[in-house]
């Protein structure tokens, strides 16, 4: 061990994390939170169709793709980056405004990234537990931790693996709180809530929202984010960002993908249907579960979590285990009514 070549002490001090992604192939996927059906066929068509070998060998560029998706969010061109999917924002974010020993306030459980990308860069973290009973947002427990040195604040909103939110007023008082800290709210699941903080950018510089195509578009492969904030903001962040991170497929796509809104709107429509079919049928089972606005769902399993987990993946239904931050907590992705339906009855069969 001697001649190893010692890292960072932040690294050193890091837990290494790998979500369990592999052997996930012909099972029912209700584990990552993706969609369970499928991107646009649209999308498919397309990159079967324009894939070249002239397309492949030329570095990214996004002159086009840049306006086109802005429009679609409703943003000016200037106020948006793409990003390697929202991890990549969140890390750019990060690199950006937080040095080693910075303040750095997240909420606790919630998505694995924000932990990370702050460890690596060696802050000083906090984390604001959600309230005990019900995981519902602690807003003044977080408001009450805001110092004047608090550099970053890293929030999903609906939070994974909760499934519960906050409110824009809630998000107006901690901008207007932290105003010399970067405020991320990452809105990885908005389709499934419907709120957004795009509009207070303008009003707040020291805001910056994230969207993902890793869920409810089905492309969690193409690894396909976009961050925005104020053109100011956003000119700091490409300072920090590699030039290519995101592959030219992804951006085509994405471009395609927006194109068809009726295809994310039905399977919106269709998750939310299910998820209360869902929250009927675990009523039933006497499962007791937390409130969500996303498309996941956590339930309170008890003692029996891990084994729960590992029985209804040998009847080929993937779902994730949690109570290693929740107790007896699993989470399960909700797709379509179809598929509940199959989840549901194996669960039942696992469970009585
Ligand atoms: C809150 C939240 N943000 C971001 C992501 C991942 O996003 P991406 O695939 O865009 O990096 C997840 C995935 O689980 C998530 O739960």
């Known amino acids: 061990m001697s001649d190893v070549l010692r890292p960072r002490p ?17 099972k029912l996927r209700l584990d990552f939170n993706e969609n369970t059906v499928g991107c646009s066929p649209r999308v498919l068509a397309f990159l079967r169709e324009r894939l070249t070998a002239d397309g492949l060998t030329v570095y990214p560029e996004y002159v086009e793709a840049k306006p086109e998706l802005a429009a679609f969010f409703g943003v000016a061109p200037e106020e948006l980056l793409f990003t390697n999917g929202t991890d990549e924002a969140i890390q750019v974010v990060v690199n950006t405004y937080v040095d080693d020993g910075d303040d750095v306030l997240l909420l606790r459980p919630s998505y694995a990234m924000y932990r990370f ?140 993908a927006v194109r068809d809104p009726e295809y994310i709107e039905s399977y919106v429509r269709e998750a939310l249907a299910a998820r209360d079919m869902v929250r009927a049928g675990l009523d039933e089972l006497g499962i007791p579960y937390f409130p969500s606005e996303g498309n996941f769902i956590l339930m309170k ?24 931050e929740i107790a007896g907590c699993v989470r399960v992705t909700v797709g379509s009514r179809e598929q509940m339906r199959r989840f549901l009855e194996e669960l039942k069969a696992v469970w009585r």
Do not use: W
């Open 117 to 256: 990308y702050a460890e690596v860069a060696g802050a000083a973290l906090r984390e604001i537990d959600y309230r005990a009973k019900d995981l519902a947002f602690p807003l003044d427990e977080l408001l009450a931790a805001i110092g004047p040195a608090t550099r970053a604040i890293l929030i999903a909103n609906p939070n994974n693996p909760t499934g519960s939110a906050v409110d824009l007023a809630g998000i107006e008082k901690i901008l207007r709180a932290a105003p010399g800290a970067a405020i991320l709210i990452d809105e990885a699941y908005f389709e499934f809530y419907g709120v957004t903080a795009l509009p207070l950018l303008r009003e707040h510089p020291n805001l910056f929202v994230s969207r993902t195509f890793s869920k409810v578009y089905g492309m969690a492969a193409m690894r396909m984010g976009c961050l925005f904030s104020r053109a100011e903001n956003i000119a700091y962040l490409r300072k920090a960002q590699s030039p290519y991170s995101v592959n030219a497929l992804a951006v085509a796509a994405a471009r395609v």
């Open 301 to 324: 399993i008890g003692p029996r979590a891990i084994e729960v987990r590992d029985r209804l993946r040998d009847k080929g239904v993937l779902v994730r285990d949690r109570s290693y």
């Open 10 to 26: 932040a690294v050193l001090r890091m837990a290494p994390y790998s979500p369990p992604t592999a052997g996930r192939a012909g």
